[in-house]
């Protein structure tokens, strides 16, 4: 779940079993003072876990079963970027952070310039539904200003917090202790409806 890009909603999946193993895929911003749909704002039958909305709201970013999946909302359009998961829009919505196989990525919107900036192997195994992730995998959030990727990462049974330059690739430890940061600069209205 993340917020919109205005910070006006939440965004998240719903999952409507539609068969005894067919699912449909929701992508909906969600109203969180009063706990309601908004608006539904792609449907898909292949999935479509952790959505990420670019900052226009033209582009969305999510995991499909075992791939990153982008979906002009305009055109309908979707095409693959990568194998992975967690999607996140660099501010200025040209580039895609994720978490992939064996480490964190980041790629064109248009799958061209992909680079592992950060060696990093996360236990998964292959099952009939797809990917299942063993360990709580690192979540990239972007910072404001698009230089460093914020995430969490597990060595030998403990989280902890870290930052990386992504034109250096040094990565510097924040916090110890540490899951699911979030960089970014949406301003939230913090007060009850």
């Known amino acids: 779940m993340r917020w919109m890009p205005d910070g006006s909603a939440l965004l998240t999946t719903i999952a409507e079993q539609q068969g ?3 699912y449909r895929y929701a992508v909906v911003s969600v109203d969180p003072h009063q706990c309601r749909v908004l608006n539904e704002l792609y449907v898909t039958l ?37 194998e992975g998961i967690v999607p996140s829009w ?21 799958g061209t310039d992909g680079q592992r900036v950060l060696e990093y192997w996360v236990q998964c195994k292959m099952t009939p539904s797809g990917l299942t992730w063993n360990d709580w995998p690192p979540l990239p959030e972007w910072s404001p200003d698009g230089k460093w990727l914020v995430y969490h990462r597990e060595e030998r049974g403990k989280y902890a917090i870290y930052k990386l330059n992504l034109e250096t690739h040094e990565e510097e430890l924040i916090v110890e202790g540490g899951l699911n940061p979030d960089w ?9 409806k």
């Open 184 to 192: 970014r600069s949406t301003p939230v209205d913090t007060q009850a």
């Open 90 to 110: 660099s501010p200025d919505d040209e580039w895609l952070a994720y978490t992939g196989l064996d480490g964190l990525y980041v790629v064109r919107k248009d």
């Open 20 to 22: 005894p193993k067919e």
């Open 46 to 82: 292949k999935g479509a876990h952790d959505p990420d909305l670019s900052s226009s709201g033209q582009l969305l970013a999510f995991a499909g079963p075992d791939s990153i999946i982008v979906v002009d909302l305009d055109t309908q359009q979707e095409w693959l970027l990568g």
